[in-house]
Nanobody, 122 residues
Framework: QVQLVESGGGLVHPGGSLTLSCVVS??????????MNWYRQAPGKERVLVAR????????IYAGSVKGRFTISVDNAKDTMYLQMNNLKPEDTAVYYC?????????????WGQGTQVTVSP
């Protein structure tokens, strides 16, 4: 069974840091995915892409609002993706979701985690 489970969210003051984790099961990051992604959805807003890592070459893409503050990474040995978030701002408050884009030969499609809440508040 394919599962993505996020953890690491919480309440943090502005300027603080958090590291989110996304553990996958039922498939392997290195062999089965085209990309791994972090999205976020703030109250009343659409879900938007925060960061992406391409599985074939580990290249990364960031939303402009988080560039220089957030770092996406994967540990293929642990089938885990991370999002290191530094210098957090109140506007970073959202539910953060991990997402896997599955390669065609592994079945294709997209898989989502259940989300983890990040709240940045004084």
């Amino acid at each position: 069974q394919v599962q993505l489970v996020e953890s690491g969210g919480g309440l943090v003051h502005p300027g603080g840091s958090l590291t989110l984790s996304c553990v996958v099961s039922g498939f392997t990051l290195s062999a089965s995915t085209l990309s791994m992604n972090w999205y976020r959805q703030a109250p009343g807003k659409e879900r938007v892409l925060v960061a992406r890592i391409i599985s074939s070459d580990s290249s990364t893409i960031y939303a402009g609002s988080v560039k220089g503050r957030f770092t996406i990474s994967v540990d293929n040995a642990k089938d885990t993706m991370y999002l290191q978030m530094n210098n957090l701002k109140p506007e970073d408050t959202a539910v953060y979701y991990c997402n896997a884009v599955i390669s065609y030969r592994a079945g294709g499609g997209s898989r989502w985690g259940q989300g983890t809440q990040v709240t940045v508040s004084p």
